[in-house]
């Protein structure tokens, strides 16, 4: 079932939850650095806790040893080994987590055309479901900057209408099309500023700019405020700032054991993947270290927003998170570089947090998604979550307390895009251009079905490079199991009947 809106199976769930893995397969536990300790939700000071969150474009878990800055946040708070994104691109992966609903419920499946981008974004009434307007009217000084969502623009070519700035948002300084860096348009509240090609205009560095004097301002206004930095690297063409451009020289692009490895039963769109040229190894790793030189900056900024927020004397008050809306994978299953598969290496994405109460050099195993963004902020900022998000407060977890009833399964879903005129993301075939699907992410394996009918399934404590698709070794009952789990998942609506439709029995 793709896409569909059909009412949640109720009925007999839990029974036709037992995903039935592999005799080889172990379940893999909970991390052990859940502990079992209360911890406040609140800053030092007893009042609401700033949140500053930065969100990365297409970074993958193989460019954060490149971070140092990022690297210290994983040791001064808490990382999600096992946090993953909705759709592995750009739109649907930043409506769920603005939302914090699965795209079955927002309508947003790709980045153009009828089902994708601003367009659908608006059509399914999701902007008054974001966490600003809520954030807002919760008394918080609220600020968003750098990419919003595809074919968001700051004003329509023509100039005939007025630059949009949404509800919910006290300070607005988002581009349009700012994947180079430079030469682009930003809506600055209102007010379209073009920038050039100068040193200074570089993107990255403006947001920095603009993110630091935002939480001054906020600091003076003695308000509590929540700022999303939404920052276009690394997403292509991966602009590095010129200080960073001969930055690692000889680079190459991980040799993973998938690298350049065909999947074993492959479904029919990968099957005519040859093996990498040495010209097109070569050409994926200057990509791979023009991605490492572009987030230099962004790595930079968060060095500088930590930096602000102890000058302000904010730091003991403020949670700093960082993530990305999708990964990357770089010539693993033989696939040029790209995204939109289910695999790992495009959905499973970094996940960090630090702040008032999250314990330090602390890991949380607890399968996590970006719909578990939108209720964690509000949750922090003490506001309860409408019954209508799908996600779930991850504030237990990121303190160190335990959750003892949690998912044991992730929804991914991603449609084929019928309309590619526009689209940043458009792809050959050979950097992986799947059909429509949808799949499902427990601790130990991965479970997906195309619309063309085909299947695949990863039995990760013996694959953990998901290599060999194991589906036609499956009994007739695990193929019936897994699909009515899947199914279930896609009808879900609302944290309750998604939590439902996510748990499993061994």
């Known amino acids: 079932m793709f896409g569909s809106r059909r009412p949640r199976v109720l009925a007999a769930l839990c029974a036709a939850l037992a995903i039935a893995l592999l005799a080889s397969c172990a379940r893999v536990v909970s991390a052990a650095t859940e502990g079992d300790s209360p911890a406040a939700d609140t800053s030092s000071s007893g009042k609401k806790p700033n949140i ?12 954060v040893e490149y971070m140092p800055h990022v690297r210290q946040l994983q040791k001064k708070g808490t990382t999600f080994t096992n946090f993953f994104a909705t759709d592995s691109l750009c739109c649907p992966s930043r409506t769920s987590l603005l939302t914090g609903q699965y795209p079955h419920n927002t309508g947003v499946f790709t980045n153009t055309g009828d089902d994708g981008g601003y367009g659908a974004f608006l059509k399914n009434r999701n902007e008054e479901k974001t966490f600003g307007p809520a954030l807002q009217r919760a008394g918080y000084r609220t600020g968003f900057m750098g990419k919003y969502l595809n074919g968001y623009q700051p004003a329509d070519k023509n100039g005939t209408s007025k630059p949009y700035v949404p ?45 630091t004097s935002f939480i001054g301002s906020s600091a003076d206004a003695k308000k509590p405020f929540m700022l999303e930095v939404a920052t276009f690297a690394p997403h292509g063409p991966a602009t590095p700032a010129p200080r960073d451009k001969d930055t690692f020289p000889g680079l190459k692009a991980p040799r993973t054991d998938a690298y350049d490895k065909a999947t074993r039963n492959a479904p029919k769109w990968q099957r005519s993947l040859s093996p990498l040229t040495a010209k097109e190894k070569e050409e994926t790793d200057q990509r791979f270290a023009k991605r490492v030189r572009s987030v230099q900056a962004v790595d930079a900024m968060i060095g500088q927003l930590e930096k602000t927020l102890q000058e302000k004397g904010l730091a003991d008050d403020t949670y700093l998170v960082f993530g990305s809306d ?40 607890r399968l996590a998604e970006n719909v578990d963004i939108n209720p964690t902020f509000l949750d922090l900022a003490g506001v309860k979550p ?16 335990t959750e003892d009833e949690w998912r044991q399964a992730v929804l991914v879903e991603h449609h084929h895009a019928t309309s590619k005129e526009g689209d940043p993301d458009a792809a050959p075939k050979d950097s992986g251009d799947p059909p429509t699907y949808a799949a499902m ?47 279930a998942l896609q009808q879900c609506k609302g944290a309750e009947s998604c939590q439902a439709a996510s748990r499993t029995q061994t």
């Open 441 to 487: 992410r427990t601790d130990d394996s991965l479970y997906v079905e195309y619309a063309d009918g085909e299947r695949e399934f990863y039995a990760l404590g013996s694959d953990p490079d998901q290599l060999t698709n194991r589906a036609a070794s499956l009994s007739a009952a695990q193929r019936a199991a897994l699909h009515h789990t899947l199914t």
């Open 386 to 401: 409408p019954s209508t998000v799908d996600g779930r407060s991850l504030s237990d977890l990121m303190h160190g307390r």
């Open 167 to 211: 509800s919910g948002w006290d300070e607005w300084d988002v581009a349009g099309d700012g994947y180079k860096e430079y030469k682009y348009d930003l809506n600055e509240n209102g007010k379209v500023v073009p920038y050039g090609k100068a040193p200074q205009d570089y993107l990255t560095d403006v947001l920095s700019t603009k993110a």
């Open 52 to 63: 500053v969150y930065v969100l990365t474009d297409d970074l993958a878990w193989n460019l």
């Open 326 to 365: 999708n990964g990357f994978h770089m010539g693993e299953h033989r696939l040029r570089p790209g995204k939109q598969t289910a695999y790992d290496t495009d959905v499973k994405v970094p996940m960090m947090v630090t702040g008032p109460g999250v314990p330090a050099s602390a890991e949380v195993s």
